[in-house]
């Protein structure tokens, strides 16, 4: 296991997995509270959640609840689900853990450069941007530059600000030419 998944660990369970997705990208989540039987106005709510028994989705909230990462609280005939801080940076990590760049049909003719420069001080930050990186396909150019044929602006602008990294520690560059590429057209099997 390498040292950022250990380091992150994330979520298992496909229930915390579509929990942490609604909340993401939701914000919080209003459920009738009128009802004592909060989890029954989940499930009315949520249809996602009907493919799990009933007591692994309470259980999921309330274990997530316990562990710091959701909040719950009431106002008028509401409850209200968020997420919190700590909640929002394990749905980060479940985001960029699934990214992926998308190969066209055909190449654009460009090369998309990541390059970066992050202190010894975030040596755990680095290690989980390279491993990431070699993840979604990237060949290295150079120890701290990293090169990649497809469109993947959006994927690297998340990386970074996930990773909480300013512009003067990774950059970004699209380039037409590469002098002697053919290594990496062979790499990505490229015309």
């Known amino acids: 296991m390498s040292k950022y998944k250990y380091y992150f660990r994330k979520p298992k369970s496909e229930i915390t997995k579509d929990i942490f997705g609604i909340l993401l990208i939701s914000g919080a989540v209003a459920i009738v509270a009128t009802s004592p039987y909060f989890i029954r106005n989940v499930f009315r709510v949520y249809k996602n959640f009907k493919k799990y028994p009933r007591?692994?989705?309470?259980?999921?909230?309330?274990?997530?609840?316990?562990?710091?990462?959701?909040?719950?609280?009431?106002?008028?005939?509401?409850?209200?689900?968020?997420?919190?801080?700590?909640?929002?940076?394990?749905?980060?990590?479940?985001?960029?853990?699934?990214?992926?760049?998308?190969?066209?049909?055909k190449w654009d003719k460009r090369w998309r450069?990541?390059?970066?420069?992050?202190?010894?001080?975030?040596?755990?930050?680095?290690?989980?941007?390279?491993?990431?990186?070699?993840?979604?396909?990237?060949?290295?150019?150079?120890?701290?530059?990293?090169?990649?044929?497809?469109?993947?602006?959006?994927?690297?602008?998340?990386?970074?600000?996930?990773?909480?990294?300013k512009d003067s520690e990774m950059r970004f560059i699209v380039a037409e030419k590469i002098e002697n590429d053919s290594q990496f057209r062979k790499f990505f099997k490229l015309n």
């Open 55 to 105: 007591n692994k989705v309470c259980d999921t909230f309330y274990r997530l609840k316990k562990r710091g990462q959701i909040n719950f609280f009431r106002s008028k005939d509401q409850i209200y689900i968020s997420l919190t801080r700590r909640g929002k940076k394990m749905a980060g990590w479940m985001q960029i853990d699934n990214l992926k760049i998308k190969k066209p049909k």
């Open 113 to 165: 450069i990541v390059l970066f420069d992050i202190s010894n001080l975030k040596t755990i930050y680095r290690e989980a941007l390279r491993g990431k990186l070699k993840e979604l396909g990237f060949c290295i150019f150079q120890k701290s530059v990293w090169i990649n044929p497809f469109n993947c602006e959006d994927e690297i602008k998340l990386l970074k600000e996930f990773f909480g990294l």
